[in-house]
């Protein structure tokens, strides 16, 4: 049954990658993929509405304005919480490597933005979304650092979800205001989704290594 899950997961992860493959593809030949050609007319729709409003400030919940010192100060709270530095480390090294790898991927694909947008923190290249991928490992980290925390499942559900729906509707703004396409998005998720399950794996075999070193 283990062996048919992992398989199971690497055949959705290959399907993944390959479809982010196939539209950096069509990007670098300076092509628009067929997801974001489909879904351009909302954001025109959008646009000077109170939906438009509200997702102009989601959006700063993930910008390096608030994530910076956002960082610093949870790095802080989770080495206290946990008496131990290396929850603390991983935290903030982690979100801010994230940010380093966000933008030398963006350095290689080279996408234009949609639009221009200084007050929201869009500038320069568009693929993949530093918002959708810096806050997945962020706040993703942070959740999973939290739950370990509570003893409760549903506070865990709990803290889990709402972090889960933040991530969501920071990435999904920068597509509503229109500075990343769809698939800029998308791709900031899945990024930032696997450093994030990387840096939990390095968190638990630096935790391990560590009480073997002690034994």
Request: hydrophobic share 50%; charged share 15%.
């Amino acid at each position: 049954m283990r062996n048919r899950r992992r398989y199971i997961r690497f055949l959705v992860l290959s399907a993944i990658l390959l479809t982010i493959g196939i539209w950096v593809f069509r990007i670098i030949n300076e092509k628009v993929p067929y997801l974001d050609q489909a879904t351009r007319n909302l954001v025109d729709e959008l646009a000077d509405t109170t939906i438009f409003t509200i997702f102009r400030w989601l959006t700063e919940l993930g910008s390096g304005t608030f994530l910076t010192p956002f960082t610093i100060i949870m790095a802080l709270v989770l080495w206290y919480a946990f008496r131990d530095w290396l929850p603390g480390l991983v935290f903030g090294l982690g979100t801010l490597t994230s940010h380093g790898l966000n933008v030398l991927i963006k350095q290689l694909v080279e996408r234009e933005r949609p639009s221009i947008f200084v007050a929201a923190n869009a500038e320069g290249f568009s693929f993949p979304s530093g918002h959708a991928m810096i806050s997945m490992v962020c706040y993703g980290l942070l959740a999973y650092f939290v739950a370990q925390k509570f003893t409760s499942p549903k506070v865990v559900l709990s803290v889990q979800t709402g972090l889960a729906l933040l991530i969501f509707l920071i990435g999904i703004s920068r597509y509503i205001i229109n500075v990343h396409y769809l698939t800029d998005v998308i791709a900031g998720f899945i990024f930032g989704f696997i450093y994030l399950t990387g840096l939990i794996f390095l968190y638990r075999w630096l935790q391990t290594l560590r009480g073997k070193t002690s034994a």
